[in-house]
Each structure stands twice: as structure tokens, then as C-alpha cells.
T-cell receptor
Framework: NAGVTQTPKFRVLKTGQSMTLLCAQD?????MYWYRQDPGMGLRLIHY???????AKGEVPDGYNVSRLKKQNFLLGLESAAPSQTSVYFC????????????FGPGTRLTVT | GQQVMQIPQYQHVQEGEDFTTYCNSS?????IQWYKQRPGGHPVFLIQ?????EVKKQKRLTFQFGEAKKNSSLHITATQTTDVGTYFC????????????FGSGTRLLVRP
């Protein structure tokens, strides 16, 4: 039981390049989330999904897109990377929305130059 | 902007000293969760508080939820080097679409 996994672990992009971060969970959770973590800012929600085929905007969605084609996977895309998107990205999942703990992946450290 | 504030931002203590971090929300929360993130790691769930005035203990850790459900605290008695990390509170506003709002975290450093 791997829990929540993320690929890649590290990535360096040049401004304007695109990439996709992959999150996978094997706990059959309905809910999945993408956060970014910046120094002194805590975790900020980018997008989330309440089930296969659904997505919704979080607190800081601009510049990102997501897709949940399969229940176990949640993809985060950057169409045209900017230096402001340099951050650590965490994926999380939970069996429910209210009152359930979130299980986090190991994170992806992204640097945009 | 950040709707859940946490203080202090950093705390550096001598091993054996106590530590407390405080979490304050501008609006009423339906529940509050606490997470710990070790350096270089990912957040790991510690506990959830739901009831007004609730107090829960996990060994040396004591968690409280305020009577008005707008604030919470985490107290660690007699810190150990294994307590090093960043502690985050995360709350769900009663008037929100049930998304967790994370505080900015308190980074705890422990001198051996």
C-alpha cells in the first residue's frame, strides 16, 4: 500500500515551458487536492476534485489546470511556467470532505528559472 | 489572503522545555486539524478537534479548541529532538465549501 505518490520529485523549468505533475493514490479515496507550499505561507489549495471527472478551483488556481480522468490519479498542469510558480507542490487525498484527515504525497520541488 | 493565522512563526527551545503554538481564525470553524511536517517531509495528520472547548491529548501533546471555535492551540510538554518540525493547524470554515484552510505554520527547533 503505497498511499499517495507523486512524480517527479524534482524539476527545473525555464519560463514559458509546460509540464504535468502526476499524483496517484491507492486508497480508493474520492477526494484529491493539489497544494503549493511557499516559505511562511503554509499550504495553499490550488485545485481539488470531489470524484472522478470533477475538478474545482481552490484558493490560488491561476496558471494551473487539473484533470481527474481516473479516480486514482489527479494531474496538475502548468501550461506556461513562470518564476512565481517556483514552489513545493503537494498532492493529498481523503475519503471524505468534511472531518476527514488528508493524506499527503512526498511533494514535488519545482524551480522555474 | 490567509484566514487562519498561526503564531509564533518560529520557536527555538532547549530540549526539555515546553512549547505552544496558537491558531486563530477570523471566522467560526466547524472543525480544526493539526498536522506535523518534518524538515524535508510532507504534512502528516496528528489530530482533529470538533467540539467547542474540546481538549485532546496524545502523550506529551495537548490540543485545545476554543469555546467560540475560532482558535486552537497545541502544547508540547518537555520537548524532545524528535519534535522538530513545522506544526500546521487547518480549519474548515462553517460558511465555506468545506475546504481546509491551513495556517502558516510554526517551525519548532529543539536544542539538544
Amino acid at each position: 500500500n503505497a498511499g499517495v505518490t507523486q512524480t517527479p520529485k524534482f524539476r527545473v523549468l525555464k519560463t514559458g515551458q509546460s509540464m504535468t505533475l502526476l499524483c496517484a493514490q491507492d486508497m480508493n479515496h474520492e477526494y484529491m487536492y493539489w497544494y503549493r507550499q511557499d516559505p511562511g505561507m503554509g499550504l495553499r489549495l490550488i485545485h481539488y476534485s470531489v470524484g472522478e471527472g470533477t475538478t474545482a478551483k481552490g484558493e490560488v488556481p491561476d496558471g494551473y489546470n487539473v484533470s481527474r480522468l481516473k479516480k486514482q490519479n489527479f494531474l496538475l498542469g502548468l501550461e506556461s511556467a513562470a518564476p512565481s510558480q517556483t514552489s513545493v507542490y503537494f498532492c493529498a487525498s481523503s475519503p471524505g470532505l468534511v472531518g476527514y484527515e488528508q493524506y499527503f504525497g512526498p511533494g514535488t520541488r519545482l524551480t522555474v528559472t | 489572503g490567509q484566514q487562519v493565522m498561526q503564531i509564533p512563526q518560529y520557536q527555538h527551545v532547549q530540549e526539555g522545555e515546553d512549547f505552544t503554538t496558537y491558531c486563530n481564525s477570523s471566522t467560526t470553524l466547524s472543525n480544526i486539524q493539526w498536522y506535523k511536517q518534518r524538515p524535508g517531509g510532507h504534512p502528516v495528520f496528528l489530530i482533529q478537534l470538533v467540539k467547542s472547548g474540546e481538549v485532546k491529548k496524545q502523550k506529551r501533546l495537548t490540543f485545545q479548541f476554543g469555546e467560540a471555535k475560532k482558535n486552537s492551540s497545541l502544547h508540547i510538554t518537555a520537548t524532545q529532538t524528535t519534535d522538530v518540525g513545522t506544526y500546521f493547524c487547518a480549519g474548515i470554515r462553517v460558511d465555506s465549501s468545506y475546504k481546509l484552510i491551513f495556517g502558516s505554520g510554526t517551525r519548532l527547533l529543539v536544542r539538544p
